[in-house]
């Protein structure tokens, strides 16, 4: 075992460069036992290819990498893994269609003598370390009925197993709430008692705050700060990270609505939510708060037209729109964004210009012919308007960051000229720049008298973003609250149902 003022990792002068261009500039960093050590930075900055290299998935270009004072001369997926090594990606590395059990002993299933697994050992000993970090799993279920945050303890669970030294999370609450956010820091915490090293990247600044003991930061491919947690503000690291001051959007504060834009009276969906009604005017944004599950996108769905409406009304401009097609709710003026940017947002493989134009055709062809420089004309005003960094309007949306491709999602629907704009966790997965510009579009939006829903499952994004906060529980909505006279603990205490005197009712708890 490692002492505890040893690094168990050394990394010194790591150098990565693709196509002839440097990524990560001689980079250090020590990662001790016990300790979570947070790498942050804007997308682009490196963060990335560092914990590749550390995977073993990119071969190093410069530099030495040292494992309890041992050089590792090269490292391999399997290698990496050899060396406890293991990475949590954003996108769960387990097997859906097995069990719990089958997936943290894979590789190691026990067999008889003829080969035949013995799943009644297999179950007791996953079920063993399920107990042990105090998981209420069934070793026997399907991992694909789990949600995300159960999956992602199975992850933890498998890297213990696999006696995992080096833990490393990438974007770990990015699908999680408050609640299981919660959860995994205690999961986290038992790994540090057990001497795990967790190397945390995450664009929450306020989860670095809350778990990690140290913080390095990448700007563009280089370590421009280390320190202890204590020892910095989330403003220094925020100026750190960016190289400039960044001042928060607060829409709350310099938004005033208007007239009446959507009304949703009573809509329900059979399974989902029941019994939804708000009123959007222009120029407000509404948040809606709410565990994964509570039905909040849904709302956003039904709204849009993708979701058949069970019950109740929507109205727009005065105009009921139930039992019309998603074609007519966009053409009335309302469209969706979704938080699954890449598989139902956008065509990855398409350009800049193909995706900002795909749902405004009419507007850039000419019978069946295409329109090629109206196309160029309307991707590149928004390329300009919206800022995003494309070597090109024919660049594929797949080369850019994640901050870049929700801007080009958003565009694509503001040449729509909509009215009723529905985002699914706007900022989910970018970086901390990129996170205020769409804040800054979203505050265009409303000053030009548009109206917003916006689900979130980030605090401050709801506090800060919001003039009302909706919170759903269970299918219902249980707290309508002005965001300039709520708190953060009320609005997790009715998401949770702590505060809610009748989840099960029809009772809305109105704090406006």
Request: net charge negative.
């Amino acid at each position: 075992m490692p002492l505890e003022n040893q690094p168990i990792l050394e990394i010194r002068a790591v150098s990565k460069s693709f196509s002839g261009v440097e990524v990560l500039h001689s980079v250090d960093l020590d990662l001790l036992p016990g300790k979570v050590h947070a790498v942050v930075g804007e997308n682009g900055a490196g963060k990335s290819t560092l914990i590749k290299i550390l995977s073993g998935v990119y071969r190093r270009d410069g530099g030495t990498i040292t494992i309890e004072g041992r050089p590792v001369e090269s490292l391999s997926p399997h290698a990496a893994q050899s060396l406890g090594i293991v990475t949590i990606y954003q996108e769960r590395n387990l097997i859906p269609y097995l069990s719990v059990g089958e997936n943290i002993l894979l590789g190691d299933v026990p067999t008889g003598r003829l080969g035949m697994v013995q799943w009644t050992r297999l179950f007791e000993r996953a079920g063993e370390i399920l107990r042990n970090l105090n998981l209420d799993l069934n070793p026997r279920a399907m991992v694909a009925n789990l949600g995300p945050a159960e999956q992602q303890a199975v992850e933890i669970a498998k890297a213990l197993y696999k006696q995992a030294r080096i833990v490393i999370m990438d974007e770990p609450t990015a699908s999680l709430t408050a609640a299981e956010t919660e959860n995994l820091f205690e999961l986290i915490c038992q790994l540090k008692n057990r001497d795990v090293a967790v190397i945390y990247i995450s664009h929450r600044l306020d989860e670095i705050f809350e778990i990690a003991d140290e913080v390095t930061v990448l700007r563009d491919g280089y370590k421009v700060q280390h320190c202890g947690i204590g020892e910095v503000t989330k403003e220094q690291l925020v100026r750190s990270m960016v190289g400039e001051e960044i001042i928060p959007t607060q829409i709350a504060e310099s938004s005033a609505a208007g007239e009446l834009l959507l009304e949703v009276q009573g809509l329900t969906r059979t399974g989902s939510f029941v019994d939804v009604s708000l009123r959007l005017q222009r120029g407000m944004i509404i948040g809606f708060a709410g565990a994964l599950g509570s039905g909040r996108t849904n709302v956003l769905r039904t709204i849009a037209g993708i979701e058949p409406v069970g019950g109740g009304k929507i109205v727009l401009k005065g105009k009921e729109l139930q039992g019309k097609g998603l074609t007519e709710f966009i053409a009335r003026g309302i469209c969706f964004v979704p938080a699954e940017r890449d598989q139902s947002g956008l065509i990855l493989s398409m350009s800049v210009a193909g995706n900002t134009t795909i749902a405004n055709l009419d507007a850039v062809t000419r019978g069946p012919m295409m329109d090629l420089g109206r196309e160029r004309a309307i991707a590149q005003k928004y390329v300009n308007d919206l800022d995003i960094q494309a070597k090109s309007i024919y660049q594929e949306v797949q080369y850019l960051s994640g901050g870049n491709r929700q801007k080009v999602m958003l565009s694509k629907w503001l040449a729509r000229g909509l009215e009723v704009f529905l985002l699914d966790e706007p900022t989910q997965g970018v970086d901390v720049g990129a996170r205020e510009e769409i804040h800054q579009i979203m505050k265009g939006l409303l000053d030009q008298g548009k109206g917003i829903l916006m689900v979130t499952s980030d605090l401050d994004e709801l506090m800060n973003m919001s003039q009302f906060i909706a919170v759903m529980n269970q299918g219902r909505l249980v707290a309508y609250l002005d965001a300039k006279k709520t708190t953060r603990e009320e609005v997790l205490s009715y998401a949770i149902g702590s505060s809610n005197p009748d989840v099960g009712g029809s009772t809305i708890q109105t704090h406006i």
